[in-house]
């Protein structure tokens, strides 16, 4: 298996540098701080691939907040999405709250929408999307997220928590296979 990873990881092109990852961050976590703050939102992480950017992110942010977790997921370490997978989501804590979703990436748009569809549902007062990444498509999303970190060109990119085929979630750059 690590000579796989090895040979991906050779192959891979550098999108964004670990700096240039932490910058986005930093900013990322200015804005959010400008309009939740005061608010107590219910911070949710998308698993698994928001993992890596909501540790990251979180210590950022300069206001008090609740956090927990949901796992929802297409790609099932494929490097395509399929249907919807929902694996766990919070029982309560919704209803009333501002809540604000830390997802790895913005591609189609498919999985950020269902999301916000049933927080919506559960009661939320206010959704809110926070983002490391947004593919850049041609195609028309269902869905914006309120806070972008970085816009990447429309390939499979992997680190900061994204893999490919279950590999690299640990990179601290961002890279698309060629």
Not at 14 to 29: F, H, I, K, N, T
Not at 67 to 74: A, E, G, K, P, S
Not at 115 to 138: M, P, Q, T, W, Y
Request: charged letters at 25%; one cysteine or more.
């Amino acid at each position: 298996m690590s000579d796989i990873a090895e040979d991906i990881l050779a192959q891979a092109v550098e999108l964004c540098s670990p700096q240039q990852v932490g910058a986005a961050l930093e900013r990322m976590a200015a804005e959010i701080t400008t309009r939740l703050s005061g608010k107590n939102p219910l911070v949710l992480c998308v698993m698994k691939g928001a993992v890596v950017f909501a540790g990251q992110l979180l210590p950022l942010l300069r206001f008090p907040l609740d956090f927990d977790y949901m796992h929802v997921t297409r790609y099932r370490n494929q490097t395509y999405g399929g249907e919807l997978d929902w694996r766990f989501f919070p029982e309560s804590g919704i209803a009333g709250r501002d809540v604000l979703i830390l997802d790895d990436i913005l591609d189609e748009g498919h999985t950020l929408a269902a999301i916000r569809e049933r927080c919506l549902a559960e009661g939320a007062e206010a959704f809110h999307s926070a983002v490391l990444l947004e593919k850049l498509i041609d195609r028309p999303k269902p869905i914006a997220a309120d806070f972008v970190g970085i816009r990447v060109p429309d390939r499979y990119v992997f680190g900061c928590g994204m893999d490919v085929n279950g590999l690299w979630r640990n990179l601290p750059g961002i890279y698309a296979l060629r």
